[in-house]
């Protein structure tokens, strides 16, 4: 009686171990002794040694071999419908991790093993194709993942393997998808790259400057290449379900094509700053700078990059209103740069007939660049976005600045300054102002500007009237300045009146009161009296 309650027991203990163990094991006696269900647990415990130990994907490969809970018939013995195969969690029998990669190779692992088990059965087609398309979705989130975390090429890898799988099933929808993130992918590349992009005005870093952007627009072409494909593959295909993934695909087109053109304009603002630089000219020379001013990988130039952009948030429709007014905004911050640099050149031609033609050049620049900015100024409203309405602004006026000495410096100067006091729109909104009026009857609180751009745009106004003054101030002076010559070789009418244009419209002493106001602007400045002074 001493050992009488120890067979129970153990009894007991094996039969709710049956619940969750082999299905080979609940067809064994029962009243097996001691000994020999001792050497049964210590050779399950073994197995499970075997499993826990066993290597995970990606140099850590899964020994489905080593691990199978039933023992699989011998290669002689023919297959019978005796034998069960062991269920697929089984196969992930280890360590409870929270490691994405393991995990989710391992899932890989497991869906690979499903359907080859499944390959030759057609009475299992349905169970391959729902298979297939849980590792397309495994593979996916995969390269998802690997992504976020910069792993680029073992995340192309990855959606590689989605594709694969979502095209042996004809899933359309999901392959548009991979090919859009392997887009993703490398224009995230591509943005890293540029983030690392040296000042644009120093020529001393010409060398890391080049072979940085040449990489980043490698990049961008290559995303262009993949959502080529992702809109091929919508194209191709029809019903419903294609409308959302041709709205996406374009999104994206459209995204990756503005960025890639705001690139290019960083570049040729760089190629502009080294032309000027005298020292870079003569390390280079004219010729090498011009060759690094090459297109992207596929011929696209500044202009192409972001019309082609602005064409498909166009196409969008109201959806990308914001998007494509931003790309107006690029698309005019490209004409201002030809605009200043074709005006910058018209000295260095000796010829009558060039210098006319450069000068029908600036002003088709400059008067697409207004255009732009008008109608980037139909979406950008200082009831709602108050920063990029005063943004716009300042560059209208600070273009017409620059062109004063090319062209009519009167009508420049008076124009820069009549651009800069419509800011008063954004700033007298609270004050029961027409735009003021529209808010309280919309109910909605307007924004307000930030204290970077009201600070800039005071600095810019009072710097403006400054010069304004200066200038009229030197123009009563009986010796002319260089400056007035060369405003009366540029503007022959203007020169033969013999009167300072700026003493026409403005009189010195209200340029002055005009300054001594700009001075006392702070915060959100008040503008009215400005304006006032301007017009009476």
């Known amino acids: 009686m001493k050992y009488g309650r120890k067979p129970t027991k153990k009894s007991n203990i094996r039969s709710r171990s049956n619940l969750a163990g ?7 006696d029962r009243s ?16 499970q040694i075997e499993v826990i130990h066993s ?12 691990t199978a809970a039933t023992p699989k018939p011998k290669a002689d013995v023919p297959y019978s419908s005796s034998y069960v195969p062991p269920d697929i969690l089984f196969y992930l029998t280890r360590p409870v991790t929270v490691d994405w990669e ?18 030759g059965l057609s009475e299992c087609s349905e169970n391959v194709e729902s298979t297939m398309r849980k590792k397309g979705w495994t593979c996916n989130e995969l390269g998802r993942k690997r992504l976020a975390h910069g792993l680029v090429k073992s995340a192309e890898v990855s959606f590689a393997l989605a594709i694969e799988s979502f095209r042996e099933v004809k899933d359309l929808t999901n392959i548009v998808l991979v090919h859009c993130n392997l887009g993703h992918g490398r224009r995230a590349a591509a943005e890293a790259v540029a983030a690392k992009l040296p000042p644009e005005d120093d020529c001393d870093y010409l060398t890391p400057f080049v072979q940085t952007i040449a990489e980043a627009k490698f990049l961008y072409g290559e995303a262009l290449k993949y959502y080529g494909l992702a809109r091929r593959e919508v194209n191709g295909g029809n019903g419903e379900a294609m409308s959302g993934l041709w709205n996406e695909v374009h999104t994206q087109l459209a995204h990756t094509y503005l960025r890639l053109g ?37 011929g696209t130039s500044t202009k192409d990059a972001i019309t082609k952009a602005l064409i498909l948030y166009e196409s969008l429709g109201k959806f990308r209103a914001q998007e494509a007014a931003f790309a107006q905004f690029q698309l005019a911050g490209h004409h201002r740069d030809s605009c200043v640099s074709a005006a910058n050149q018209v000295d260095a031609f000796g010829s009558k007939k060039i210098e006319t033609s450069m000068f029908q050049k600036v002003k088709l620049h400059a008067s697409l660049a207004e255009l732009y900015w008008q109608k980037s100024l139909d979406f950008y409203k200082p009831e709602t976005h108050v920063d990029m309405f005063l943004g716009i602004l300042m ?32 700033f007298n909104l609270s004050d029961g102002g027409e735009g003021g009026d529209i808010a309280a009857h919309q109910g909605t609180q ?7 751009i009201v600070a800039k745009f005071i600095l810019q106004i009072q710097k ?21 010559v060369n405003r009366a070789r540029r503007n022959p009418d203007s020169a033969n009146n013999g009167e300072p244009s700026a003493a026409k419209t403005c009189d010195i002493v209200k340029l002055k009161e005009m300054y001594r106001a700009s001075l006392q602007l702070q915060g959100e400045p008040n503008l009215e009296q400005l304006y006032k002074l301007w017009v009476s």
């Open 22 to 28: 082999d299905g080979a094991d609940a067809h064994q």
């Open 32 to 47: 097996t002794g001691s000994e020999r269900k001792l050497k049964k647990e210590a050779s399950s415990k073994s197995r």
């Open 55 to 66: 290597n995970l994907p990606n140099g850590h490969a899964h020994k489905f071999e080593t």
């Open 102 to 119: 393991a995990n989710l190779s391992a899932a890989v692992d497991c869906y690979s093993a499903a359907i080859n088990a499944f390959s």
């Open 262 to 298: 705001m690139l290019l304009a960083r570049e040729d603002r760089f190629v502009y700053a080294c032309r000027k630089n005298k020292e870079a000219r003569g390390l280079v020379g004219d010729e090498d700078v011009t060759d690094r001013n090459s297109d992207s990988k596929d």
């Open 395 to 426: 560059e209208r006026s600070a273009l017409c600045s620059e062109m004063a000495a090319s062209l009519n410096q009167n009508l420049m100067i008076e124009q820069a300054l009549t651009y800069l006091l419509e800011g008063r729109r954004a």
């Open 446 to 452: 307007r924004e307000r500007p930030s204290e970077v």
């Open 464 to 484: 403006l009237l400054k010069t304004m003054l200066s200038a009229a101030l030197m123009l009563t002076k009986p010796s002319p300045t260089a400056f007035a």
